[in-house]
């Protein structure tokens, strides 16, 4: 209950400008004013869900643009190669997330908690939100 009266959006913008960004606040509530007026708000799930996405994306940005000889994701090798069709420029896109080939296939077991993901090139994330495994056979 006490929750419910602490100055959160005084935190959140104090925090913001301490760490040289704009309020969050200020921009989401400019954004409400560009729609129609509506009886429901954004989903609260989707803006926690971008946000961590966007992070993971920032954390890939470090990760990718200085490795980029280890083995990857399909959809790196391909949009991060210049010659390929799907390449796009680095400073186009401030965090680096799967922008071009979202296409996976799940696996598993009927009634099995765990849902393992393959993508195109063969790499089989066994676990959700966890690492990526690649396999080959040699003779």
């Given at each position: 209950m006490w929750l419910k009266w602490l100055p959160w959006r005084f935190i959140v913008r104090r925090a913001a400008r301490t760490h040289g960004f704009i309020d969050p606040i200020?921009?989401?509530?400019?954004?409400?004013?560009?729609a129609?007026?509506?009886e429901v708000t954004e989903p609260i799930e989707l803006i926690r869900a971008g946000v961590i996405?966007?992070?993971r994306g920032l954390m890939n940005t470090g990760a990718i643009q200085h490795n980029?000889?280890?083995i990857w994701p399909f959809w790196v090798k391909k949009q991060f190669n210049p010659l390929d069709a799907?390449?796009?420029?680095?400073s186009f896109?401030?965090?680096h997330i799967?922008?071009?080939h979202r296409n996976r296939t799940a696996v598993g077991i009927p009634d099995c908690k765990a849902m393992p993901i393959v993508d195109p090139r063969g790499l089989v994330t066994p676990f959700f939100d966890g690492w990526s495994i690649y396999g080959w056979v040699v003779s």
């Open positions: 200020a921009i989401i509530s400019h954004l409400r004013r560009f129609q007026p509506s996405f966007h992070a980029l000889d280890w799907s390449f796009i420029p680095r896109s401030l965090t799967n922008l071009t």
